[in-house]
Nanobody, 121 residues
């Protein structure tokens, strides 16, 4: 079955960086478009970034600070997060895009368990 395992979260000061990883199995990763979402406490899960074989797309709130990438040889998608802000604090999830709008939660079929990112001021 499809499995997604996020890692790399932690506690960082504002202005710092983290790199999240999402290791996948059970799917043809090179043919799969992937996304990152995040959910802050008490808020809805929101789109962060999307990648397929030729396109990268970002939420306005992270564009210019975050970079999504993939390594097809390792079946892994990454999220490099720089210039972190306290408002970036959330649980971050990776997901496999199925069909539909890149920024819509309903367009994704499989999800990881999430990794906590906490940015202190």
């Amino acid at each position: 079955q499809v499995q997604l395992v996020e890692s790399g979260g932690g506690l960082v000061q504002a202005g710092g960086s983290l790199r999240l990883s999402c290791a996948t199995s059970g799917l043809t990763f090179s043919n799969s478009a992937m996304g990152w979402f995040r959910q802050a406490s008490g808020k809805e899960r929101e789109f962060v970034a999307f990648i397929n074989w030729s396109i990268r797309f970002y939420a306005d709130s992270v564009r210019g600070r975050f970079t999504i990438s993939r390594d097809n040889a390792k079946n892994t998608v990454y999220l490099q997060m720089d210039s972190l802000l306290p408002e970036d604090t959330a649980v971050y999830y990776c997901a496999v895009h199925d069909r539909g709008a890149w920024a819509s939660r309903s367009s994704y079929r499989f999800w990881g368990q999430g990794t906590q990112v906490t940015v202190s001021s």
